[in-house]
């Protein structure tokens, strides 16, 4: 059954079917709704229900309480619609060619940039130009139905290929093809660009990134379209791992910081051994801002990574001043067959 969704406020409206969620529903369409983790956790795609119902197959989401869904919340990334749904939230506003598309993709390349992550580098079809905003998404939509997320890690302005960075998650498919079995030419298709996670420049207030682990790629694409607008706002990078050799492109990272006056960088590790001799800042990623940044009212944040790390900023930057509507994130939920 198709059932319609109206957005309020304004005059978005899309059909749903049955067995797919809001969220899908409203991307399929083309319209950029907030989300994220896509995993029920993280609270980004949060709406509230003014007429209509919703349910949830694979049951309340992690990131919903059964009080706040009885009074009219909901997490469209898990919500199936059970009747036409009047929603309270709003489509982001992205330039007009920022559209999303389903396309065919080349394998040009593919390097291996640490232990566990490696680098893929996929060519796009050259008639038509591929837009996206730095911090955004594709997703590879493979042959059984499933997909599989990755932020680009190029800059916008360099959009002809995308460079992904793919870790390798244990018993996970796909990802053991990337690593293993892939070859240069191989043909793949995606979807994008998608997600709510982009670098905002209408203002010239300092940033603060912070990625864990992988969520690394997003904030690169970042820095290098800040590079190649010639920024002057200072950014803070912090980027948390467990060891050294989890910090795979670190010395690109300090010539960068060394060449650029309004760029610092400050890597952390939470689980570094007496063998790796660091003697750099130690603990969780989220802990260091803090200790530097102890008021956040006057910059902007912009965070990804695992779940666990972006529950805990959302939970304690607020607390040290960061004004709502500053905090941007992108939280990596990793699909168990990934």
Not at 78 to 98: I, S, T, Y
């Amino acid at each position: 059954m198709i059932h319609k969704v109206r957005l309020h406020p304004g005059d978005e409206s899309f059909e749903v079917l049955d067995d797919e969620s809001v969220l899908a529903a409203g991307l399929r369409a083309g319209l950029h709704l907030p989300h994220s983790c896509r995993g029920g956790s993280c609270g980004a795609c949060e709406a509230r229900v003014l007429s209509g119902a919703v349910t949830y197959p694979d049951g309340l989401p992690a990131g919903l309480t059964q009080a706040e869904a009885d009074a009219g919340r909901a997490l469209l990334c898990q919500a199936h619609a059970c009747a036409d749904l009047d929603l309270e939230a709003r489509a982001l506003a992205v330039p007009e060619e920022v559209r999303i598309r389903r396309l065919p993709c080349r394998v040009e390349s593919r390097e291996l940039l640490c232990h566990d992550v490696m680098r893929l580098d996929v060519k796009l079809p050259s008639l038509e130009p591929f837009v996206f905003l730095a911090g955004q998404y594709v997703d590879f939509l493979l042959e059984d139905g499933r997909r599989r997320s990755y932020s680009m890690a190029n800059p916008p302005h360099e959009a002809e290929r995308l460079e992904l960075h793919v870790r390798r998650v244990s018993g996970g498919d796909f990802t053991a093809r990337v690593f293993d079995d892939l070859e240069a030419r191989s043909l793949l298709r995606l979807e994008g660009p998608l997600g709510g996670f982009w670098l905002r420049e209408d203002t010239a207030r300092p940033i603060v990134m912070v990625a864990g682990g992988t969520g690394y790629a997003p904030i690169k694409s970042m820095l290098r379209h800040l590079m190649e607008v010639g920024t002057t706002r200072p950014v803070t990078f912090y980027w948390g791992v467990r060891r050294p050799r989890d910090l795979y492109e670190g010395e690109v990272l300090a010539r960068w910081a060394a060449a650029h006056d309004w760029l610092r960088f400050v890597p952390v590790m939470s689980a570094a051994l007496p063998e790796d001799d660091w003697t750099g800042r130690r603990g969780w990623v989220h802990e260091a801002v803090l200790e530097d940044f102890p008021s956040l009212a006057d910059v902007d944040v912009y965070a990804a990574g695992p779940p666990p790390m972006i529950a805990v900023i959302q939970e304690l930057f607020p607390a040290h001043g960061l004004p709502q509507g500053r905090l941007f994130f992108d939280s990596f939920e990793f699909a168990p067959a990934s």
